[in-house]
């Protein structure tokens, strides 16, 4: 009986491709064609069934990327790539905007400075059809005043995951930061960006996912994890990164 | 020179191991980068950061440093100055800049060198 119950599970099951960070035109370091329409686009183009939008502090133009994908069959999460007072990055990702923008709110209230365009670049808030909405002044590159404890915890009050990015990399990461991943820290993923590295990271007793973290369009579904689940929301991923039920994940 | 020299003379606030001030300390290193730290500071060594996550005091505690000094008026989390009673790690305040510290700590004849360098 358990084994017929888990194959019809496993029957209504189906495995999406997903880059679970790619950044906009509104991060400062991101490349102005990271338009919404133009990363809809490239994400059909390479195959991608889900992807996350992760802007650095913000989510200004995640709306906007919804939007461009309404008539295609492909599902974007909302997200923020959030810096720590550590300068660690975490990305925390959501279902509803209302708790996404919650975020940002959360986000904005501990986070100072005014950008400098001619230094760090333009951060531009683009709509559904490629028209400059307005130019966000924040100084989205720098660092909040949360620490990595309170963004986990904030995330998750807010229904959303929240992974800490490209943990192989030798700065703005968990591990470049503090050393190694803090005890009792409530992560649900460790994202690595190389996949020549994700050896290192399994014996960790985290999940493990790689994405993009583009910045340009060509470099969209570069880096992928496939989800084997039901359907595609936050509850669905979150159970495949818990491998319960027949769901997984495959880096 | 002795933890409680630099405490005294840099006026230093001690805001964990006040029983462990007679440590010796032999060198210096500042980062911000935990990961830094862990890769190149030495025995023996006072640490410089801004930092005050708990996961500094298993860093100083796994490098055996000699104490942590906390720059810009920084101030620890509760969790962290307790971790730091367990593990013995002597952790100083002062409202003084890395640079500044730093400095000061050179001209006692504290230095960072050894020799890799």
Redesign the interface.
């Known amino acids: 009986m358990g084994s017929y119950i888990s194959w019809a599970l496993a029957e209504n099951m189906k495995t999406y491709k997903a880059d679970l960070h790619i950044h906009t035109c509104l991060s400062p370091c991101a490349d102005l064609e990271m338009s919404p329409r133009n990363i809809v686009r490239e994400a059909i183009k390479s195959g991608l069934d889900i992807i996350g939008i992760c802007d650095h502090n913000t989510c200004e133009n995640v709306p906007y990327v919804q939007k461009c994908a309404d008539n295609f069959d492909i599902s974007i999460i909302g997200g923020i790539e959030v810096t720590s007072r550590?300068?660690a990055h975490i990305i925390v990702l959501f279902d509803s905007a209302d708790a996404l923008f919650a975020m940002q709110k959360t986000i904005y209230d501990h986070l100072a400075g005014t950008n400098d365009e001619r230094l760090y670049g333009d951060q531009v808030v683009v709509n559904e059809k490629d028209e400059v909405v307005n130019f966000n002044k924040r100084l989205l590159i720098g660092a909040t005043e949360l620490?990595?404890e309170n963004i986990v915890a904030r995330a998750h009050d807010l229904n959303g995951l929240a992974i800490a990015s490209h943990v192989d990399r030798?700065?703005f990461s968990v591990?470049?930061?503090?050393?190694?991943i803090?005890e009792g820290l409530q992560l649900d993923a460790l994202e690595i960006s190389d996949r020549n590295r994700i050896d290192i990271f399994k014996g960790m007793s985290l999940p493990l996912v790689t994405s993009s973290d583009a910045h340009c369009l060509n470099h969209i579904g570069k880096n992928y994890t496939n989800f084997t689940m039901e359907c595609v929301n936050l509850e669905e991923i979150r159970r495949s990164l818990l491998g319960q039920e027949g769901r997984k994940v495959v880096t | 020179m002795k933890i409680a020299d630099i405490v005294q003379k840099l006026k230093l606030n001690v805001k964990s191991g006040n029983d462990l001030l007679d440590r010796e300390i032999t060198g210096g290193y500042v980062s911000?980068?935990?990961?830094?730290?862990?890769a190149h500071a030495k025995t023996g060594y006072i640490w410089v950061t801004l930092?005050t996550?708990?996961?500094i005091i298993?860093?100083a505690s796994m490098r055996e440093l000699s104490g942590i000094i906390i720059v810009n008026s920084r101030q620890p989390?509760p969790d962290t100055l307790k971790k730091a009673e367990e593990e013995k790690i002597p952790v100083l305040g002062t409202d003084m800049r890395a640079f500044q510290v730093v400095g000061k700590l050179y001209q006692l004849g504290i230095s960072g060198e050894h020799e890799d360098i």
């Not at chain 1, 591990?175 to 190694?180: R, V």
């Not at chain 2, 980068?33 to 862990?38: A, K, N, P, Q, R």
């Open positions: 550590e300068e620490s990595i030798p700065s591990i470049s930061q503090l050393g190694f803090p | 911000d980068m935990l990961s830094d730290v862990i930092q996550h708990l996961n298993p860093v989390d």
